[in-house]
């Protein structure tokens, strides 16, 4: 494992070798230290923002754990730099790390909308729920800027096709204008994932995410504006934060949640390294009860790629969660009813209307 250095303000402490790439950099000997330029413990690492040329924007998923089949990233990385992120191992597919690179060489979409507006006006599009967001945060801090996640909400309400949102940013209240118009023809369903309602240890794990009572205060003033919310309580730390579960569900029963869902923590690849040293950085004493509780809830190891395992897993310890986290739903009536969302009033507008050039 490479040497670590806390920054202020991400969650990794370092870049881990990209598993697709021969060439890994690597801190230089002792005797050559002072003759390179090495980042100071402490310091604030910029962020840089790269154009996505990408000529498709939907992605399609294949898994059976997942409950839909298309999802839209307007970015690729995630400025949220949440430690235990499942999509960091993919920003190897870039040529970059799953570390400091993955919340600070971020990909932006640009052409989002238009690519968007161009696969629902093909005749084979066949309307359905698309997902909002499958491997980043639609609404991560640059969004407040970009207005990309905005102008595609513009193209699903244009087009009347439902869409599901998944964000741990508050700043989603933006954008309740739009959210109430798609919500009035059961076009939408909002996620808010809630990891803990710890402010300590939220600053730790989520750096630049919104705090936990932010994200409760957007639960509430979404349903209060008629849009149906859930919580997603995710992902549940084995030995760290599975005691939050029954707070959680009840604060988002009281602001106005009516559905609730989880996940396990997953430590894939690269990630299990930078967890694992985030993990010795922030809470040493909680360490050897956090790795053993995942190992045991992952047969012995970090990470479950099997399908019907890989979100739960399994074991004494993962069945206490589940228990734990379906009682509490029937105790706050979460999930009486189940989220069908509405492709009856699907409008593709002549072609001439969204004949936009994507060069």
């Known amino acids: 494992m490479s040497e670590s250095r806390p920054f202020i303000g991400r969650g990794a402490g370092f870049n881990p070798p990209n598993r697709f790439e021969?060439?890994?950099?690597?801190?230089?000997?002792?005797?050559?230290?002072?003759?390179?330029?090495?980042?100071?413990?402490?310091?604030?690492?910029?962020?840089?923002?790269?154009?996505?040329?990408?000529?498709?924007?939907?992605?399609?998923?294949?898994?059976?754990?997942?409950?839909?089949?298309?999802?839209?990233?307007?970015?690729?990385?995630?400025?949220?730099?949440?430690?235990?992120?499942?999509?960091?191992?993919?920003?190897e597919y870039l040529g970059f790390s799953s570390g400091l690179d993955f919340e600070t060489k971020i990909m932006v979409k640009l052409k989002a909308p238009e690519l968007l507006a161009a696969e629902f006006s093909k005749p084979s599009w066949q309307p359905q729920t698309v997902v909002f967001s499958g491997n980043?945060?639609?609404?991560?801090?640059?969004?407040?800027?970009?207005?990309?996640?905005?102008?595609?909400?513009?193209i699903f309400l244009r087009f009347r096709n439902p869409v599901s949102l998944i964000t741990k940013n508050a700043l989603v209240q933006r954008d309740v204008d739009i959210l109430k118009e798609l919500a009035a023809t059961n076009l939408l369903f909002v996620i808010i994932t809630v990891t803990t309602l710890?402010?300590?240890?939220?600053?730790?794990?989520?750096?630049r995410a919104s705090a936990p009572r932010k994200r409760m205060e957007t639960v509430e003033i979404l349903a209060a504006n008629g849009i149906p919310v859930g919580v997603n309580v995710a992902p549940i730390i084995p030995g760290?934060?599975?005691?939050?579960?029954?707070?959680?569900?009840?604060?988002?029963?009281?602001?106005?949640?009516?559905?609730?869902?989880?996940?396990?923590v997953r430590l894939s690849y690269?990630?299990?390294?930078?967890?694992l040293e985030w993990l010795k950085r922030e809470?040493?004493?909680?360490?050897?009860?956090?790795?053993?509780?995942?190992?045991?809830?992952?047969?012995?190891?970090?990470?479950?790629?099997?399908?019907?395992?890989?979100?739960?897993?399994?074991?004494?310890?993962?069945?206490?969660?589940?228990?734990?986290?379906?009682?509490?739903?029937?105790k706050y009536r979460l999930n009486e009813t189940p989220v069908r969302l509405s492709t009856e009033s699907f409008l593709r507008p002549q072609e001439s209307q969204f004949s936009l050039s994507l060069r």
């Open 270 to 275: 690269a990630l299990k390294d930078l967890f």
């Open 136 to 154: 980043t945060d639609c609404y991560q801090p640059a969004e407040r800027t970009l207005k990309i996640t905005r102008r595609c909400l513009e």
């Open 240 to 264: 760290l934060t599975e005691s939050e579960i029954p707070e959680i569900l009840r604060q988002a029963s009281e602001s106005g949640a009516r559905h609730a869902g989880q996940t396990t």
């Open 22 to 91: 021969s060439l890994k950099v690597e801190s230089p000997p002792p005797d050559l230290a002072e003759y390179f330029e090495l980042p100071e413990p402490g310091q604030k690492v910029p962020t840089r923002f790269y154009v996505d040329r990408s000529l498709s924007i939907l992605s399609k998923n294949d898994s059976p754990d997942i409950g839909f089949t298309y999802s839209i990233n307007p970015y690729r990385g995630c400025e949220h730099g949440c430690i235990y992120c499942y999509a960091r191992p993919s920003h």
């Open 283 to 330: 809470y040493p004493e909680k360490f050897n009860k956090v790795v053993s509780h995942i190992r045991s809830v992952r047969g012995g190891k970090l990470s479950e790629s099997d399908f019907g395992k890989r979100m739960k897993g399994e074991g004494p310890i993962a069945d206490t969660i589940e228990n734990l986290f379906q009682a509490g739903c029937r």
């Open 198 to 207: 710890r402010q300590d240890l939220a600053r730790k794990l989520e750096p």
